[in-house]
C-alpha cells in the first residue's frame, strides 16, 4: 500500500487531523448519493454506497436508491450529523445518523445540561434523540449511532472505545468501512477510485 501524502508530512504528533477526519467522512457519505453514479464516478459512488449501509446497518445494493444525504459538521459538538432518506424493494426510508470520529484520542467526559459529567458519546446522544423524538415527523426517522476509529478492528487499542457500546454505538476500526471485495485478490490492494481525496485518506497507508 503507497505512503498517504495528504494525512502524512513532518509534522510531530496528530496536529488537527480529526478535522481532516470529519470533512472527509462528510465527503464520502455524501457521494453515497445516486446522483454520482451517472457522473463517472461509478467506482467512488459503490465504496460510499457500501460504506454508507454499514454505517446504517442495512443492505445498500444498485437496487437501492439513495435519494439525499445531507450531514452537518459540529452540530451540539458533535462529530457529524447525517439524514438520509432512500428507496428499497418499493418503501421510503429515513435515517438519522450520529457519528464521533476518533483520530486516536479516547472518549473524554463533558458535562450535560444538567452539569453533570458523564461521557462524551452518552451525553451527544441525548441531545440527538431529544431532537429527532421533538418533531412532528419523529416516527418516521430510524436513528442510529456510529464511532469511527483510526486503529484497525485488530488493534487492541481500539477497545478503549468498548463503553460507546454501551451506549448503543457501533464502533467501527479503519478498514471495517471498506468492503475486500474492492481488494485485488492477488496484489491484496485497493483498487482506487476516481477521487483522489477518497484515495488518500482511505486507500493509502498512513
Wanted: charged content about 35%; overall charge negative; proline content about 1%.
Amino acid at each position: 500500500m503507497e505512503k498517504s501524502i495528504l494525512m502524512k508530512d513532518d509534522t510531530e504528533g496528530d496536529g488537527k487531523a480529526e478535522i481532516v477526519m470529519d470533512y472527509v467522512m462528510s465527503y464520502s457519505l455524501r457521494h453515497a448519493e445516486d446522483e454520482y453514479k451517472k457522473e463517472n464516478k461509478q467506482i467512488l459512488s459503490k465504496y460510499c454506497r457500501c460504506m454508507l449501509g454499514k454505517l446504517l446497518d442495512i443492505e445498500i445494493d444498485e437496487s437501492t436508491c439513495v435519494t439525499s444525504v445531507k450531514v452537518w459538521k459540529e452540530w451540539h459538538h458533535m462529530d457529524l450529523c447525517a439524514e438520509v432518506k432512500l428507496t428499497r424493494r418499493g418503501q421510503e426510508e429515513y435515517y438519522a445518523l450520529l457519528i464521533e470520529n476518533k483520530y486516536y484520542s479516547p472518549l473524554h467526559y463533558k458535562r450535560d445540561a444538567k452539569g453533570t459529567w458523564r461521557n462524551q458519546v452518552d451525553v451527544y446522544k441525548e441531545i440527538f434523540e431529544s431532537y429527532y423524538n421533538s418533531l412532528p415527523d419523529k416516527g418516521k426517522w430510524n436513528l442510529r449511532y456510529a464511532l469511527v476509529s483510526c486503529f484497525e478492528s485488530t488493534d487492541d487499542k481500539i477497545h478503549m472505545y468498548d463503553e460507546a457500546v454501551k451506549f448503543g454505538f457501533t464502533v467501527f476500526g479503519f478498514y471495517d468501512l471498506i468492503d475486500d471485495n474492492f481488494k485485488n485478490k492477488e496484489t491484496e490492494i485497493y483498487e482506487d477510485t476516481e477521487s483522489d481525496i477518497f484515495n488518500e485518506f482511505w486507500l493509502r497507508k498512513w
